[in-house]
Each structure stands twice: as structure tokens, then as C-alpha cells.
């Protein structure tokens, strides 16, 4: 498929060995990137050292003799934790720096060997020994912190990640372990899920997992879902899945059906398997990375497949969000170090178009506010207002991408519609969805404003005023004159209202 076309674009963001990084170092135990500011590689000959490299400034990286077995880059800023095992022991010396400080922020003495830790917060390490896990702060005098054991199932497993929600009360620990005799290259997924309210641990066959948030219509509060994939070997047959569930369900409230889907392996890739997950909050995607370099995409709501390509010719062994464009970073044996981001152009016409999925086009391009959706979206809500659904019709408008439904014209439709005896009128339905998603523009604002004023409910013009859900317009300020619309908090007085003052020149 043409990159032009491609519904997820990949480019080469920098490779390792053009700063200077030897082929040696790019592997999973000297190589880390916490987020998408930072990659840390550790280095061990000619001399012990730390690369620190910059994202912003890639070229430039920061080289510093240091002896660790481990390190890792703050998310968010210039802080280095750093590991070293203490000579003729299993214990491991925890040390924080802050680099620009040039000053050590803590340190800790574990009892037993760290086999892999991580940033789970900027504010909080994930550490783990060969029996339990523990949370250990920045901030105070504390120590590390126990969460809970690890599960039986993750014995003699190789810990590749751990990631918890973004309340603190869900974690998650993922671990590998080497596959069945008949098919040892198919290594084994465990996956460990702890409540931290509950106190109790769920083992599931997982390769790789994530959380991920999602607004069920119906339920003003985010969902919490856990998102896990799969490839198991049962009785000589593979099985491979993705599973979306939500954790911990609202009483009362409208929840997230559980979804799963099957992952479409090529038979040249048998034996490859998911080692990695990253979440689209941006546009609601799941992203699901291979050892051998597939990527798999699904829409986050539906568990529908997007998409399904091979983004590296050499094996990727680890990953990190790009939380800003909603994509992710990987990076590879070669030290090809690849942006994926989607290709906003082509997205919605690639599902309308390529998969025929035209309710799931919509979706996204309501999520996302993304181009190639305009005839699908009118074309819904003129069948929306022709069966009477005024209420889906004014959702539709109010979510329609790029506010292409955010009319005169879808105002006027709203008007024409006579107004039933004891019914809210469909044109208040339409402002007061606009309301809930924030502000209304210039026409939007002067036609509900004369409606509330026509039937003497002033008081919801002063309270819209001083939310700044409306905005300023002379024909606005003119008809804030005309009928003495006033407020004034007893805190400050309203911006927009000021606004409207100088407009029509109220002194």
C-alpha cells in the first residue's frame, strides 16, 4: 500500500549507531526509553558509561561516566535513576539523581536483586525482585513500598514490563517464559492483574498489556479498561487475541461491553508473538507490536482490526507512547529508532473505503476531528432528523468532525421542527448538547440567547455568560443591553461579560 494511503505512518525518527552507540548496547537490558522525551543506553565498553539522549535534540547526546547495571530517564524531566548490584551480593544500591542539580535525591539499599523496574509515574518506580513487587517515591524520606507478591504463574519468567492505571489502583506485571518443547521459539506470556482496593490477583496468558480510558454514551465518567494480548499454544493449535475489559464497572452506571478479537498472524510469522501494547487515547486506537516487527491496529471501542502491517524488517524489543501526535515509539535490534503516528488524511477513507466499515469511519472521525467523513456524517444525520432522532441528530452535530454539522443551516433545521405540547423543543435538545461539550460559536450563541430572553429565563443567559460557554458578539452585546442582562460575581466579575460592556460600550 502507498504510504500516502496508509492509515498509520512510520519514518525513521534517529537511528542509535549515527550518535555514536555501538551495535553491542541495542538490546532490552541496555537500552530504555520511558516516555518520549528521553532514551537512556548503557554502555560497557571501551568505558563504563551512561548516553543520555534528548528527543528534542537528538544529536546532541549527553555522555557520563557511570557504572550501573541499569538506567533509567525520568518520564518527564532530567532526573537518572540508577542500579548496581553490590559486589559479593543479591542486593542492589537504588540511587536519583537530579542531572542539571548535579545532586543525589535518594537512595536505597533493597535486600534482594531489582530484576527489572520502571518509571510507572513521574513521581513513582516500579521495582521488582524475583518474589515480590514494591513502589518506591521520589519524594520524602520513604522506602520502597510492597504492593503485593508475584503470582505463581510468572515463576522463572523474564519480567518485560509493568505498568499501572493512571489512579494507582490497578497494576499490571507482564513476564515471558520459554514455550513448549514441540515449539520453543513460541515463548509463553503470563500476565499478572492486581486490584489494589481488593488486594487480589488475577493470572491470565497475556504477551502484553495496557490501560486505556473510554467514554461509554450514557456515563459522564471514563470507563477504566485493561487491554491484553495473547498467543497460546493449546493441543498443537495456536490461539491468538486481543481482550478489552473493563475493570472495576460503576453501580448503576452504563458500562463497557467486554470485547475480544483474533489477531491475524501470517504464516511466514508462526512463531512471532506481541511484546509489546501502546494505547491511542488521542484517537481511541490499540496498538499492538510484535517481536518481528508487525504492527496490528484496533479500534479501542469495538476491538474492530484497523489495520496490520510490518513497520521493521529487524526485531523490536521495546516501546514507548508519543502521547502528543498518538502514536508510539520503537525501537529495534538495528537501533532504528521509528515514530509511528496516524496519517489523519487517510484514516477515515481507508475504513469507509478499504474495510467498508462506514459506522466505525464516523467514530473515528468524530474521536479524532479527522478530515474524510463529510458526506458519511451528513448523510446519517439527515436519515437521524428524517426518522425523528432529534436527540442522535443533535449528538451527531454536536460531535461531527471538524464542527461541519456546526451550521446555520443545521440551526434552522432544529427551528423548523414544530414544538410538541409538554416536550423540550428539538432546537434546546440541539444548544443543550452543544453545552455539555463545551462552547458555542458566534451564531449558536446569539440564537440561544434569544431564545431563553423570548421566554424570560435570563437567569441561564447570566449563568452561560459567566461559564464562558458563549461567545462575544456585537449582536450579542445588543441584545445583553437591551435586556438587562447583568453579572457580576462576588468573586470577580465575568470576562465575557466584561467583554459584552466594551462591545456595546456600557460604562
Not at 18 to 36: K, L
Not at 245 to 250: F, P, R, W
Request: glycine residues 4%.
Amino acid at each position: 500500500m502507498a504510504a500516502a494511503n496508509a492509515p498509520i505512518v512510520m519514518r525513521e525518527a534517529l537511528t542509535l549507531p549515527s550518535i555514536g552507540i555501538n551495535p553491542q548496547f541495542i538490546t532490552f537490558t541496555h537500552v530504555t526509553m520511558e516516555s518520549d522525551k528521553y532514551i537512556c543506553v548503557r554502555e560497557t565498553s571501551p568505558q563504563n558509561s551512561v548516553v543520555i539522549v534528548d528527543m528534542n535534540m537528538p544529536m546532541q547526546p549527553l555522555r557520563r561516566p557511570i557504572t550501573a547495571d541499569s538506567a533509567l530517564m525520568n518520564p518527564n524531566s532530567r532526573i537518572l535513576a540508577l542500579k548496581a548490584q553490590i559486589p559479593g551480593t543479591t542486593q542492589d544500591h537504588l540511587q536519583i539523581f537530579n542531572i542539571e542539580a548535579k545532586t543525589k535525591i535518594k537512595s536505597h539499599q533493597m535486600p534482594e536483586q531489582v530484576v527489572f523496574w520502571k518509571w510507572i509515574t513521574p513521581k513513582m518506580l516500579g521495582l521488582v525482585t524475583q518474589t515480590s513487587l514494591y513502589h518506591w517515591s521520589i519524594e520524602g524520606e520513604t522506602e520502597p513500598i510492597k504492593m503485593f507478591d508475584r503470582a505463581a504463574n510468572l515463576t522463572n519468567n523474564q519480567i518485560i514490563n509493568y505498568k499501572c492505571d493512571p489512579t494507582e489502583k490497578w497494576l499490571v506485571l507482564i513476564g515471558i517464559a520459554p514455550g513448549a518443547p514441540e515449539r520453543p521459539q513460541l515463548v509463553k506470556g503470563n500476565m499478572q492483574l492486581f486490584s489494589v482496593d481488593q488486594q487480589r490477583s488475577q493470572a491470565l496468558e497475556a504477551h502484553a498489556a495496557s490501560f486505556a480510558s473510554f467514554k461509554v454514551v450514557g456515563n459522564e465518567k471514563p470507563s477504566l479498561l485493561i487491554c491484553f494480548s495473547s498467543k497460546t499454544l493449546n493441543a498443537g493449535q495456536i490461539t491468538s487475541k486481543l481482550h478489552v475489559i473493563e475493570l472495576g464497572a460503576q453501580p448503576g452506571k452504563p458500562g463497557f461491553t467486554k470485547k475480544q478479537a483474533d489477531l491475524f498472524f501470517p504464516l511466514d510469522f508462526a512463531d512471532d508473538f506481541p511484546v509489546a501494547m501502546q494505547i491511542s487515547q488521542k484517537y481511541s486506537l490499540v496498538y499492538v507490536i510484535t517481536k518481528l516487527g508487525l504492527l496490528f491496529v484496533y479500534d479501542l471501542e469495538t476491538a474492530t482490526a484497523v489495520y496490520r502491517n510490518r513497520i521493521s524488517a529487524d526485531p523490536i524489543f521495546l516501546t514507548t507512547e508519543a502521547s502528543n501526535v498518538g502514536g508510539f515509539y520503537a525501537i529495534n535490534r538495528k537501533g532504528q529508532v521509528l515514530l509511528a503516528t496516524v496519517n489523519e488524511a487517510a484514516i477515515v477513507p481507508f475504513v469507509s473505503g478499504q474495510l467498508n466499515n462506514l459506522e466505525l469511519a464516523v467514530n473515528l472521525a468524530k474521536r479524532g476531528n479527522l478530515p474524510g467523513a463529510e458526506n458519511l456524517v451528513v448523510q446519517r444525520f439527515q436519515e437521524l432528523f428524517s426518522q425523528t432522532k432529534y436527540k442522535e441528530a443533535a449528538e451527531l452535530a454536536a460531535e461531527s468532525p471538524q464542527g461541519i454539522l456546526r451550521t446555520l443551516e443545521t440551526v434552522a433545521k432544529f427551528q423548523s421542527v414544530p414544538v410538541q405540547a409538554g416536550q423540550t423543543p428539538p432546537l434546546l435538545q440541539y444548544f443543550g448538547t452543544l453545552l455539555t461539550r463545551g462552547k458555542l460559536n458566534g451564531f449558536e450563541s446569539l440564537e440561544l440567547s434569544r431564545l431563553v430572553v423570548n421566554q424570560n429565563k435570563k437567569n441561564l443567559l447570566e449563568n452561560w455568560l459567566a461559564e464562558d460557554k458563549l461567545e462575544c458578539s456585537e449582536e450579542l452585546g445588543d441584545l445583553v443591553k437591551v435586556n438587562n442582562v447583568t453579572y457580576i460575581s462576588t468573586s470577580e466579575v465575568s470576562l465575557t461579560y466584561l467583554k459584552l460592556l466594551i462591545l456595546v460600550n456600557i460604562t
